[in-house]
């Protein structure tokens, strides 16, 4: 059986890699590819593959946002979400959001070629500590930490913001409108019940956020 592959990643060294990774397998093909998130969910949509494999942080539209929409169209689609994060967060967000699988991408190439067969069996891979915390964190509300409220894209722009980053840098990096970032800002605020950027800074460093 051949696995046809849909690749969705924003830097085209890394696609080229993975290209030549899979290339090496018998039963592995790249079947598509997009370069943003827009792209992948045009090109994904026209079917044609049996796995995807999406990045977390695409131009345009994201990897998550692009899930979502995907899951939307059918719960049955099988994908791999790829991310340089090493975090819980992204991994549970992504997972909630109906992904089949979350590797970071300095995962073993065994590893990833191994989830890849899993999944086109109609499978899922979850990492044992992942699976854990995704069965038992599961506090009362009052024990949920203020950023779990958060939108993907709110979490993306509290990040950018702890970074350093301006609103218009930010506005520019997520192809968004300055006031449409200033909005994602104030609802940040307000979800977290803070008062400025230095809050925001000291919460996500605090929290080791950006690790």
Request: net charge neutral.
């Amino acid at each position: 059986m051949i696995i046809n592959v849909f690749l969705a990643d924003d830097h085209r060294l890394f696609r080229d890699g993975l290209k030549r990774i899979l290339g090496e397998t018998a039963d592995i093909v790249v079947a598509g590819e997009a370069t943003d998130g827009l792209d992948a969910l045009e090109k994904m949509r026209k079917g044609g593959w049996d796995v995807a494999l999406l990045d977390v942080n695409m131009p345009g539209m994201n990897g998550l946002e692009v899930l979502k929409r995907i899951m939307n169209d059918d719960a049955k689609h099988q994908i791999l979400m790829l991310s340089t994060y090493h975090e819980d967060e992204y991994a549970i967000r992504t997972i909630r959001a109906g992904a089949s699988a979350y590797l970071t991408k300095n995962s073993p190439t065994d590893l990833l070629i191994s989830v890849i067969r899993r999944l086109a069996k109609g499978g899922k891979y979850i990492d044992p500590e992942l699976a854990e915390k995704l069965l038992f964190d599961l506090g009362p509300a009052s024990a949920i930490l203020p950023h779990s409220t958060l939108s993907d894209r709110e979490l993306n722009v509290l990040k950018l913001i702890a970074l350093g980053v301006s609103l218009i840098e930010i506005s520019q990096k997520l192809a968004l409108s300055s006031k449409t970032v200033s909005t994602y800002r104030a609802r940040i605020l307000e979800k977290m019940n803070m008062q400025n950027n230095a809050q925001l800074i000291r919460y996500v460093a605090e929290h080791k956020l950006l690790e």
